[in-house]
C-alpha cells in the first residue's frame, strides 16, 4: 500500500461524521468546549479588544495549515469559536483536531502576545 494512499485514506477519514459516541468521547478531552447541534463551540475573554484581535490573528496560520476555518465572533474582548464540517454536515475529526490545536493556544496565551498577519499565509 502506497503512502499516498495511506495518506488520502486519512485525510477522508477526517470529514467522515462522527457518532454521538465518538463526540462525546472527544468532548471529555476538551474543557470548556461545548456542543450545539452539529457545532463545538469555545468561548474566551482576554484582557481587552486589541488582545481578542491579536489571538484571532494567531488562528490563522493554523486554520490554513488544516484547511478548515473556525466561525469566529468578537464581542470586545470574548472570542467565541465554532466548528463544524460543513461538507460533511457535522463534527468530524478535523474540527477536534483544530479544537485541540486552539485549545492549545489558548492556554500558551501570554498577555501582550501578537501574531501577525502576513498575505498569503498559510
Avoid at 44 to 65: G, M, R
Avoid at 106 to 117: A, I, K, Q, R, T
Amino acid at each position: 500500500m502506497s503512502s499516498k494512499f495511506v495518506a488520502q485514506n486519512y485525510e477522508n477519514s477526517k470529514l467522515k461524521p462522527l457518532s454521538e459516541k465518538e463526540i462525546s468521547q472527544r468532548l471529555q478531552n476538551l474543557p470548556n468546549w461545548t456542543r450545539e447541534g452539529k457545532s463545538i463551540k469555545y468561548t474566551h475573554e482576554f484582557k481587552n479588544f486589541v488582545e481578542a484581535v491579536s489571538f484571532v490573528n494567531c488562528l490563522i496560520s493554523p486554520s490554513e495549515k488544516a484547511g478548515h476555518h473556525p466561525d469566529i465572533a468578537i464581542a470586545y474582548n470574548r472570542v467565541t469559536i465554532s466548528l463544524t464540517t460543513h461538507d460533511a454536515e457535522g463534527l468530524t475529526q478535523q474540527d477536534f483536531d483544530l479544537a485541540e490545536i486552539i485549545s492549545k493556544l489558548v492556554s500558551d496565551w501570554m498577555p501582550g502576545n501578537v501574531c501577525l498577519v502576513v498575505e498569503g499565509s498559510g
